[in-house]
């Protein structure tokens, strides 16, 4: 069973940066593709980027420019690097798992809450 922590959320100014990691307990990280989603409130959960088991990553158009996703396979850690944030990125950011012997729609860590206000 693999487990997801997520954290590094917080309250943050417009145009601030927060760095999101998630921790997984799993010695086969490196074969999972990882992605990061959010929730605002009263929103469905949308996919924010993903990153490869071979690192290639992919953003939705809203961060693209001003989020990077990465990978540390040696510490099993995903980060989402955000920068220039915005009042609508505020929302619940949830890690997931994607791969061999996890369920046939992933795994989802707990969510860390970022909240971008002045």
């Known amino acids: 069973q693999v487990t997801l922590v997520e954290s590094g959320g917080g309250l943050v100014h417009p145009g601030g940066s927060l760095r999101l990691s998630c921790a997984a307990t799993?010695?086969?990280?490196?074969?999972?593709?990882m992605s990061w989603y959010r929730q605002a409130p009263r929103e469905q959960r949308e996919l924010v980027a993903t990153?490869?088991?071979?690192?290639?990553?992919h953003y939705v158009d809203s961060v693209a420019g001003r989020f990077t996703i990465s990978r540390d396979n040696a510490k099993d850690i995903l980060y989402l690097q955000m920068d220039i944030l915005r009042p609508e990125d505020t929302a619940v950011y949830y890690c997931?798992?994607?791969?061999?012997?996890?369920?046939?729609?992933?795994?989802w860590g707990r969510g860390t809450e970022v909240t971008v206000s002045s």
């Open positions: 799993t010695a086969i990280f490196h074969h999972y593709t």
């Open positions: 990153i490869t088991k071979d690192s290639e990553t």
């Open positions: 997931h798992a994607k791969g061999p012997w996890l369920p046939m729609d992933g795994t």
